[in-house]
């Protein structure tokens, strides 16, 4: 068990917001007790349906060389051998349990995912979101599609990215189910739903690199059983006050889709 809340849903962060923080370098990538199960779960999905956790687009692969490298020179992963996959990019992935996608930008404001490798998708689909630009990835998420000015200021905030400036990120989910590849999820509110289990954390960090000026987007996932709220009952009112703020097109987003009073209830008699 954790000795203290994850920094997602431990009071700071609010959803729906960029909630950006400057990362310390040496903390780009993590290793926890999880990694071995994490690796062997992305090579079986590799293995079994590689269309659905990775594509490249011929354009992304300097960017792809050059991000391998850049891990290897940290010491997050190992030169590849001359059994490992051809991509760099699922060469570094099945190495980490980071996911790994890369926008590049192919005008002012205009930056597109030409390549990606997510075996841990919460609630979205790595192909359906393949070559889009960053305000249509983002059009499911309130306040954050096309034409909205969160994404006018996400667009403009990649593009004056440094590549010795990363930043990090923390977003959570409530979920049902304790599975890493989840592109759907079940409602957690109203008829035919799914009482929480767990907190799904996703720490997110960006990184610029310095040669080809593509931005990195790594997610790292984690499964908080409830549990751990219980142990921390002002995490656990912070958690409630946060889901109470929710605005309706927010909380149908996060899969509350008759309402939060049933889960707010579960998580009031945690504490």
């Known amino acids: 068990m954790k000795d203290a809340p994850s920094p997602a849903y431990g009071g700071k962060a609010k959803p729906f917001s960029f909630a950006l923080e400057p990362l ?3 903390a780009w990538v993590l290793r926890d007790e999880t990694y071995d199960a994490q690796i062997a779960e992305k090579r079986r999905l590799f293995a079994a349906q590689p269309e659905d956790v990775f594509f490249a687009y011929p354009e992304s692969l300097p960017a792809c060389l050059e991000l391998e490298a850049l891990l290897i020179a940290r010491g997050y992963i190992q030169p590849a051998s001359d059994e ?3 991509h760099p990019l699922w060469r570094a992935a099945r190495q980490l349990q980071e996911d790994l996608l ?3 930008q192919q005008a002012p404001g205009a930056w597109h995912l030409t390549a990606g490798s997510l075996s841990f998708p919460s609630k979205w689909r790595l192909r359906e979101k393949s070559g889009k630009r960053l305000d249509a990835i983002h059009a499911p998420v309130p306040g954050f599609g096309p034409g909205a000015r969160n994404a006018r200021l996400m667009a403009r905030m990649f593009d004056k990215m440094q590549p ?7 977003n959570w989910s409530l979920d049902s ?9 079940a409602p957690l509110s109203g008829p035919d739903s799914e009482a929480p ?8 960090t960006l990184t610029k ?8 987007f790594t997610i790292h996932i984690a499964l908080d059983p409830l549990s751990v709220l219980q142990e921390q009952p ?27 009073e049933p889960v707010i209830d579960q998580l009031r008699r945690l504490k």
């Open 177 to 185: 189910q304790a599975v890493l590849y989840r592109p759907s999820g």
């Open 84 to 86: 490992e996959p051809a």
């Open 209 to 216: 690199l310095a040669g080809s000026r593509a931005v990195v």
């Open 102 to 104: 890369i926008m590049q």
């Open 197 to 204: 289990r767990l907190i799904r954390v996703e720490r997110q």
């Open 234 to 260: 002002a995490v656990c009112q912070a958690v409630i006050a946060q889901l109470e703020a929710l605005e309706p097109a927010q909380s149908a987003y996060k899969s509350f889709r008759a309402g939060l």
């Open 24 to 26: 310390d370098p040496s």
């Open 164 to 170: 010795d400036r990363p930043m990090v990120r923390y």
